[in-house]
Every structure is written in structure tokens, then in C-alpha cells.
């Protein structure tokens, strides 16, 4: 069973753009809603993370956007930068086991000058 | 460096090879993780340890046998690995096991079976 749907598998954003990535999920347990980013020859490291009572967190360029009732939430990194590219996991996550550890595929991104 | 050191950072062996991998935490974190992250797949969770002790097992083939000989320090003993096992193996730790508060990840070692 595939609780964690992200999309799109990559994308491709021109500088100074936005860039959105979606996650959607299953579990309704899921209680911590992280995006991990990684560069090439790096392991993963989290950017940002919201919880479910609230609908949006902006830091800095990146906002995540939370919808309960949906069961999605999304990363929007504004003004995109060629820094930016890199893979994007969404990672939801609720205690009481390993099953509480789902990552999404992956997002490649790839930021145009 | 992310706090978790990972070597090597490539590695190539013979499907008849013996050779482990390792993993090293400076962030005083109780819980250490293996993952696998191979092309187009999600990472995949191989094996959890909380102080020293093994968590979970994720039905992990008998060629991959995890060591964790104390809360800083985990390895992955690799034995007559087949060539679907080259992948990018990524050691990660946490401040409490099965928590994503704290989590790091290590660089990675990119395994090739040949």
C-alpha cells in the first residue's frame, strides 16, 4: 500500500519562478509534515515542517501549504534560484513505529538560468 | 559535515566480497538508521537501532548484517551481495528512535556490484 503520493516526479522551473511540489497521503495518523532536500551526493536534510493545526508556514522562500481535509500538503519555493535544484521528499509522519517513517519518491527539480 | 560521517563514500565490490560500511554520530542522538535509496525508488528502511539495540528489521536480505557496537557507532556488513543491491546506502541518526525530530542524515556510501 502506498501511503505517500508525491508529484511531479521532476520538474523543471525557470529562474525567478515558483516552484511547487505536492504530497498527498493516507494515513490520517500522520501528525509532522516535513521536506527533506538533497543534492547531489548528499544524503537528504530538512528544510521545512509543519504541523496540522496550522494551514501554511512560510520561512524565508519556501512555504508549505496544509490541507487536512484533502490530505495533501505542498512546498512552494518562490523566486526559484539555480541553488534550488536538487531532489525534494516529502516525509509525513506520526510515532509509534517504523511504518510512521514514509518517504515520498521524490520530486528532481531542476532550476533554469 | 551534517554531524553523521559515512565511509566510505564509494565503494565497488565483487558479488564474492566481504566488506562493510560505516557510521559515525556526533550529535549524542540514541537512535541510528540504515536506509537504501536506489533510483526512481522511495528510501527504504533497512534497520533501526535504539541504544545499541535493534528496533526493526525491515525484512532485509541475510547478506546485509547491521553491527551497532554503541549508540555513536553503527556498520553494515555486506556479504555475496547481487548486483540489484548497488544503491546509494544512507546512514541517518535521531535524537529519539522512530522520531523525524532531530533527524540527520549522513552522506551516503554509492555501492557498485559488480
Known amino acids: 500500500q502506498q501511503q505517500v503520493k508525491q508529484s511531479p516526479q521532476s520538474l523543471i522551473v525557470q529562474k525567478g519562478g515558483i516552484s511547487i511540489i505536492n504530497c498527498a497521503y493516507e494515513n490520517t495518523a500522520f501528525d509532522y509534515f516535513p521536506w527533506y532536500q538533497q543534492f547531489p551526493g548528499k544524503g537528504p536534510a530538512l528544510l521545512i515542517a509543519i504541523r496540522p493545526d496550522v494551514s501554511e508556514k512560510k520561512e524565508g522562500r ?52 | 559535515e551534517t554531524g553523521v560521517t559515512q565511509t566510505p563514500r564509494h565503494l565497488v565490490m565483487g558479488m564474492t566480497n566481504k566488506k562493510s560500511l560505516k557510521c559515525e554520530q556526533h550529535l549524542g542522538h540514541n537512535a541510528m538508521y540504515w536506509y537504501k535509496q536506489s533510483a526512481k525508488k522511495p ?38 551481495l547481487q548486483p540489484e543491491d548497488s544503491a546509494l546506502y544512507l546512514c541517518a541518526s535521531s535524537q529519539e528512535v522512530l522520531t523525524h525530530y532531530g533527524y540527520t542524515f549522513g552522506s551516503g556510501t554509492r555501492l557498485t556490484v559488480v
Open chain 1, 62 to 113: 519556501f512555504t508549505i501549504s496544509f490541507n487536512k481535509s484533502a490530505k495533501q500538503f505542498s512546498l512552494h519555493i518562490m523566486d526559484s534560484q539555480p541553488g534550488d535544484s536538487a531532489t525534494y521528499f516529502c516525509a509525513p509522519y506520526s510515532g509509534g513505529g517504523a511504518d510512521g517513517l514514509t518517504f515520498g519518491k521524490g520530486t528532481h527539480l531542476i532550476i533554469q538560468p
Open chain 2, 43 to 80: 528510501l527504504e528502511l533497512m534497520f533501526v537501532y535504539s541504544l545499541e539495540e535493534r528496533v526493526e528489521n525491515n525484512s532485509v536480505p541475510s547478506r546485509f548484517s547491521p553491527e551497532c557496537p554503541n549508540s555513536s557507532h553503527l556498520f553494515l556488513h555486506l556479504h555475496t
